[in-house]
């Protein structure tokens, strides 16, 4: 019994360190944008979300500057995938999303970490 106990430790010593142990490394693919993060911002969404993030009520544009990173980024996420965000069930974005199409089509794309970041940025320097 003691022999089986030790032979399948080694066996699963030896399985892990062929696998290495489930650490690979995901390479996330590199995506050229047309315009850098800040560009996108300046260009595309200060009008309506404002100089720091802050958003207006009178164009019913909500506050891009109150969230943590993680947050926005699941925000944009859902913006940017209709819905289909961490959360699973539907966005209460759906202007937006119609809006990140037509923004996309001018080049206007983004990626997602680096404008959560941004807007991270954004509100610490207000």
Do not use: W
Request: aromatic residues 8%.
């Amino acid at each position: 019994m003691k022999k089986l106990f030790i032979s399948t430790i080694v066996s699963l010593f030896a399985v892990l360190m062929i696998t290495g142990c489930g650490d690979k490394e995901v390479k996330k693919e590199k995506v050229a944008y047309k315009y850098t993060t800040v560009q996108v911002y300046e260009q595309a969404c200060i009008k309506c979300h404002g100089k720091h993030g802050e958003g207006n009520p009178e164009k019913k544009t909500p506050a891009l500057n109150d969230r943590t990173p993680a947050e926005m980024a699941q925000d944009l996420y859902d913006v940017k995938n209709g819905g289909t965000g961490f959360g699973g069930g539907g966005t209460e974005h759906e202007v937006m999303e119609h809006n990140m199409n037509k923004l996309v089509d001018k080049g206007y794309d983004y990626d997602i970490d680096s404008m959560a970041e941004f807007l991270s940025y954004l509100a610490k320097n207000q």
